[in-house]
């Protein structure tokens, strides 16, 4: 399976734990995004890298959410101190294959399959 | 900042019943259009987009969607549904202007269920 590829699927934690999320992209996939996604509604935009730099975070819920993307490859979203209010699917894409000359590429996002979250 | 709204949350039909979802957008500049579906237990999967040009696109399983600009709408259309079309389908914008070109704005989803 060449597709996105998140991990765990699904994490059960206690309050106030903290919680590290692992998303693969598709392979020479230089954009990456995370999402955010509560029961009935679509989901919300958190944060997005190109590359190793996280050009937009504004998005992030707050300051206990944090992402890195340290080599430019896979990214990870860490939620520090959990609340029952963090339980949720969260969401990776990518997108924009380095190299093509098709600039709307960039603008397609695939999706993982989620990680979710449930705070007790 | 931009917003999406589908108007049915729930829609149930029949197979070989026609389907219509809406979808509108609130921005007013240029956008990038487009509709996921994530079918029972599966991911979000691309159904379709619009960049530009012909505002008709064709997606895949007989899936189209319409673009109005002066309705601010792009709404999933397909003439005939399948059992197999029960799913829930999300529209979705990016606007193209600075950063904001690269996040995907949602709406709250319309689960469809087609009875055999």
């Known amino acids: 399976d060449t597709g996105v590829s998140q991990d765990p699927r699904h994490k059960i934690t206690k309050r106030g734990q903290n919680v590290t999320f692992r998303c693969d992209p598709i392979?020479?996939?230089?954009?990456l995004y995370w999402y955010r996604q509560t029961l009935g509604q679509g989901p919300e935009f958190l944060t997005y890298?190109?590359?190793?730099?996280?050009?937009?975070k504004s998005r992030l819920l707050s300051d206990r959410f944090s992402a890195e993307r340290p080599k430019g490859s896979f990214s990870t979203l860490e939620i520090q101190r959990t609340e029952q209010g963090d339980s949720a699917m969260y969401l990776c894409?990518?997108?924009?294959?380095?190299?093509?000359?098709?600039?709307?590429?960039?603008?397609?996002?695939?999706f993982g399959a989620g990680t979710r979250l449930s705070v007790l | 900042a931009q917003s999406v709204s589908q108007h049915n949350h729930h829609v149930i039909l029949s197979e070989a019943a026609s389907l219509e979802l809406g979808c509108n957008y609130s921005?007013?500049?240029?956008?990038?259009l487009f509709w996921y579906v994530q079918y029972p237990g599966q991911h979000l999967q691309l159904l379709l987009k619009?960049?530009?040009?012909?505002?008709l696109v064709k997606g895949i399983k007989g899936f189209e969607a319409e673009f109005i600009k002066s309705k601010f709408s792009f709404n999933l259309r397909k003439p005939s549904v399948q059992w197999s079309d029960t799913a829930e389908y999300f529209c979705?914008?990016?606007?193209?202007?600075?950063?904001?070109?690269?996040?995907?704005?949602f709406g709250g989803g319309t689960r469809l269920m087609v009875k055999p």
């Open positions: 392979s020479e996939h230089n954009r």
């Open positions: 921005y007013g500049g240029t956008v990038n």
């Open positions: 894409a990518s997108s924009y294959p380095g190299g093509t000359s098709d600039v709307r590429a960039k603008n397609i996002q695939y």
């Open positions: 979705a914008v990016n606007a193209l202007i600075n950063n904001a070109g690269n996040m995907l704005t």
């Open positions: 619009y960049f530009s040009g012909d505002p």
């Open positions: 890298f190109q590359n190793e730099a996280q050009l937009e």
